[in-house]
């Protein structure tokens, strides 16, 4: 049994303590936003927050996290230290209108928000090492502008 | 599999080998007849005057989006069209999937057969079977053909109706977001009152949809309405699907993961366990002829006890092909070798001529040696690599078949699943989610076979069976290894006499037939879609050959993002730039002087050359541009890439492109269409390439098969050409002028011509 908290409520999970994040949340928990992209740590599609740190769930045994808070897509903007700068990316994600099928974008947003919520005014450099996921889409050039502006908006403090 | 279904899906192999387009006529959607009376189920109060869309009572727009979203937007473009045909108020405009039926076929992916004659001939196939298909980039203009004039006839009978009801001259009323309006008397009302009695009435036989002065919503870039869910992380894809009934895991939904044999191509003969039986983690164990499934209660631990299967392949089948082997038979073929002992792992090819005008063999024979010019290309087989990961859940139960699955034809899933499961098709019932990336892999059936094969054994349990990626990069429907040679005379006075295109390849459309359905592998018509992009070209010759020769491959191929296009245009638009630097001219000035009877092409080429500043001075050394044009899909995109190489490493810094569609309906959509196929075209060449060894694919996932980043993606700026001309496709033309633009701008560079791609400095 592995307990530990997603998006604010406690969970009691009983998987195989090196069942993979990814698969709990998705298989054990019911949380699908959460997506598998490798299953190798290479796409980000199944970034989640562990105590706030953008993680790969797909290589993280669900035996790492206990006693740790997880936030996934689903309660990225609705609960934790995060959500006020949650909310404002995903307000300039659809305002810049990113996703083409949306697969890679909740692993994407969920890195947004973490770099975001340490480092309020990240250079070109730094958004660009902190997000090394991948989207086949290529909906980068509509990311950038969403990135910008979400640097704005948590500046200015509004979700 | 039943006769029928072998006949039917003949029929729409032989449609697909053709592969060029021709757009829906005006009365499209009447072509259907019968077909157009249909009318989807409706709530309590709520219309449906068409096939297509339903008024609810609280005048909210329902649009039944029979096209599949793979990203490309289809979803929410076909709901703008008819929410403009009908005035609609775009925050009161929702979009559903609709169900499959003959009225929502899309008559013109079939109907644009390979040779003209038979166009007409497959229209009516088209109206026959009614297969409802994504792809070549023609859902818009099928749904300009078909869902614009049904709306524009609704409008007209919605109007109409609230005439007859105020008793006021119909010309009197206009519709402003969603509500009739008689200006004189300051009446007015949600279209939706009047829905009963508009339904009362006879649709119009020639509607006048709205003249595109007068549009409110087209031309611009409404929200897309797919946009809100997918960044809450609520779209549900494939792979999201929990039937209703299983919310536990206990008693519910079951998974499986698949592994095929190592081969591309072979049977499997034996698995073995480790002390002889699976652990006891697998439920079931269920073998396909070249894979085994393995269903356990999370995919997870299904995976992971496959993981210590052994799959013993063989077979009189068996491969051993490798890419080294194959791309010495292919610079055979292009030697003119037929012999079929030479040539072990293709078979005696298959040549045609696809096109030629003026004599070719004549400006070959006359011109003298230094007079000619001839350079070798080749591309590589390549993985499409969706970012969601193939899956299929399927659950068989008391004589009713469901079907989740992200596809890109529900209609050919029913058939097969009927087909596999002994039921009418009426029985099947396919439900298509949002689709994690498409770009032609999920035409394929291979998967939707294996989990109806799992849902064989499992009581009426449903079964999620997911591919991993491992799975899906060695065991794709590669875009194919193809070869050319490519060759010029020059005539007296140093200009281009004779352009001659010739390759070598597979016919992908008999590929993708041959595994819908084995019965099918047979003799196919000329596959246009290997010429696409070679034997039409907007620049003029007095001497033009294309020749393809048809080879069989042992390695499975399949349509990716802009098909024949994507490599030609590399090969001819590469070319294209040889000869200038050879002739020494200016490679935008020559295209410009070829294209003096295309003016389509040359506007777009000047409009990129423009934007881009083509002869402003690059920021220093190591930079270069390089400039590409290529007309697919009925539309045309020329692009402009810089590129900085620092040591021997190629930086992309910026694409501007220009495009003509005929008309943007969603301008914000057409950029970023351009840029991510941009970006996949450069991927391409930057990055990929499938590699056989010994029968198998060496690559395994994204560390090998990489993607480009946010950090490589380069600097986007895109034109548009308004040009007023008939509605091209949008979804794939932004491929094909990638990778050469590219390729020139290295030249331009470093002075290194790169003919092969993967492009490698070194
Ligand atoms: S699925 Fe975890 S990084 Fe790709
Ligand atoms: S939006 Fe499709 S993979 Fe990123």
């Not at chain 2, 409110?216 to 999201?240: C, E, H, M, N, Q």
């Not at chain 2, 990716?560 to 630097?581: C, H, K, M, P």
Request: charge should be neutral.
């Amino acid at each position: 049994m592995t307990r530990f908290t997603v998006n604010g409520r406690p969970a009691d999970v009983d998987a195989p303590p090196d069942k993979p994040l990814l698969w709990v949340l998705r298989e054990d928990l019911g949380l699908v936003g959460t997506k598998y992209g490798c299953g190798i740590a290479a796409c980000g599609a199944c970034t989640v927050l562990v105590d706030g740190q953008a993680v790969r769930s797909c290589v993280t045994p669900v035996s790492e996290v206990a006693g740790k808070r997880v936030s996934t897509i689903e309660g990225l903007a609705e609960e934790g230290p995060q959500a006020a700068v949650a909310q404002a990316v995903q307000r300039a994600w659809i305002e810049a209108q990113v996703p083409q099928c949306g697969y890679c974008q909740p692993g994407f947003i969920t890195a947004a928000t973490a770099l975001l919520a340490q480092n309020r005014a990240p250079t070109e450099a730094e958004i660009e090492a902190a997000l090394t996921n991948l989207c086949r889409c290529g909906t980068y050039p509509a990311m950038r502008v969403a990135l910008r502006r979400a640097v704005e908006l948590t500046q200015k403090g509004q979700g | 599999m039943a006769r029928s279904l072998t006949r039917r899906l003949f029929l729409v192999g032989s449609a697909l080998v053709g592969g060029a387009l021709v757009v829906g006529g005006g009365l499209a959607w009447r072509r259907l007849d019968g077909a157009a009376r249909h009318r989807p189920a409706t709530g309590p109060g709520e219309t449906a005057l068409t096939p297509w869309f339903k008024l609810t009572p609280d005048n909210r727009l329902v649009v039944f989006v029979p096209r599949q979203d793979m990203g490309q937007g289809i979803l929410s473009m076909l709901a703008q069209i008819v929410a403009e045909e009908l005035d609609f108020d775009w925050a009161r405009v929702t979009a559903e999937q609709a169900g499959i039926h003959p009225a929502y076929a899309n008559t013109i992916v079939l109907a644009d057969g390979s040779p003209p004659a038979l166009r007409g001939m497959m229209e009516n196939v088209a109206k026959l079977i009614g297969v409802q298909m994504t792809g070549g980039s023609t859902s818009v203009r099928d749904a300009w053909g078909a869902m614009r004039h049904a709306a524009a006839a609704a409008r007209a009978v919605l109007v109409e109706a609230a005439a007859a009801r105020w008793q006021l001259p119909a010309s009197d009323l206009a519709i402003e977001r969603g509500i009739v309006r008689h200006a004189a008397s300051g009446r007015a009302a949600p279209l939706a009152e009047f829905a009963t009695d508009a339904a009362a009435r006879a649709l119009p036989g020639s509607p006048t949809p709205k003249p595109p002065a007068a549009w409110r919503l087209l031309g611009t870039s409404p929200l897309r309405l797919d946009i809100p869910d997918k960044v809450r992380g609520v779209a549900r894809f494939g792979i999201d699907v929990r039937p209703q009934d299983t919310t536990d895991t206990t008693g519910g939904l079951l998974y499986a993961a698949v592994r095929h044999i190592p081969l591309v191509r072979g049977e499997l003969q034996d698995v073995r366990w480790p002390g002889g039986k699976p652990p006891p983690a697998v439920l079931h164990e269920v073998r396909g002829r070249d894979w085994l499934a393995v269903i356990a209660k999370s995919w997870w631990e299904a995976e992971r006890a496959l993981g210590q299967a052994e799959l013993v392949a063989g077979g009189a089948s068996a491969t051993t092909v490798s890419s080294a082997r194959l791309r010495a038979q292919y610079r055979a073929v292009l030697d003119g070798e037929d012999d079929p002992k030479k040539l072990p792992d293709l078979g005696r090819p298959i040549r045609r001529v696809f096109n030629a005008y003026g004599d070719p063999d004549r400006a070959l024979a006359a011109a003298a040696e230094k007079a000619r010019f001839s350079a070798d290309y080749a591309v590589p087989f390549l993985a499409h690599v969706p970012m969601e990961p193939l899956n299929c859940t399927a659950r068989i139960r008391e004589g009713k078949v469901d079907v989740w699955v992200g596809n890109q034809a529900p209609t050919i899933v029913q058939w097969l699943a009927a087909g596999v499961c002994d039921v009418p098709a009426e029985a099947v019932t396919v439900h298509t989610p949002w689709l994690g990336g498409g770009f032609g892999r999920r035409f394929d059936l291979e998967v939707i076979r294996q989990a109806l094969a799992c849902a064989k054994v499992t009581d009426g349990r449903p079964v999620q069976l997911i591919w991993s990626r491992r799975e899906d990069i060695q065991h794709d429907a590669y875009r194919p290894m193809v070869a050319a040679r490519m060759t010029a005379t020059f005539d007296a006075a140093g200009q281009i006499a004779l352009w001659q295109h010739e390759m070598v390849g597979p016919s992908v459309s008999k590929s993708v037939m041959g595994r819908m359905n084995p019965m099918l592998a047979g003799d196919y018509p000329p596959d246009v879609t290997n010429a696409e992009g070679a034997m039409h070209l907007p620049y003029r010759f007095a001497h033009f050959r294309c020749r393809h020769a048809q080879v069989d491959l042992p390695v499975p191929t399949g349509y990716w993002r802009s098909v024949g296009n994507g490599y030609n245009a590399f090969f001819v638009e590469t070319f294209i730039d040889e000869l200038a630097q050879a002739m020494k001219r200016d490679p935008y000035l020559l295209r410009r002087e070829l294209l003096a009877e295309a003016p389509r092409h040359r506007a777009v080429l000047e409009a990129a050359v423009s934007a881009a500043r083509w002869n402003a001075p690059l920021p220093g050394m190591g930079w270069g541009r390089g400039l590409a044009l290529a007309e697919s899909f009925k539309s045309i995109v020329a692009m402009v890439v810089d590129v900085e190489v620092i040591d021997q490493k190629v930086h992309v810094r910026r694409v501007v492109s220009a495009v003509d569609c005929g008309r943007a309906l969603d301008p914000g959509n057409v950029r970023a269409q351009i840029a991510g196929g941009a970006i996949m075209g450069l991927t391409a060449a930057l990055k990929d390439a499938i590699t056989l060894e010994e029968g198998r694919v060496v690559q395994s996932n994204l560390h090998d098969y990489p993607l480009m980043t946010l950090a490589e993606c380069p600097h986007f700026e895109t034109v548009i050409v308004n040009s007023g001309a008939a509605l091209g496709g949008v979804g794939e033309i932004g491929v094909p002028p990638a990778a050469p633009a590219l390729g020139n701008a290295i030249f331009a560079a470093t002075g290194k011509r790169l003919r092969e791609m993967p492009f490698r400095l070194t």
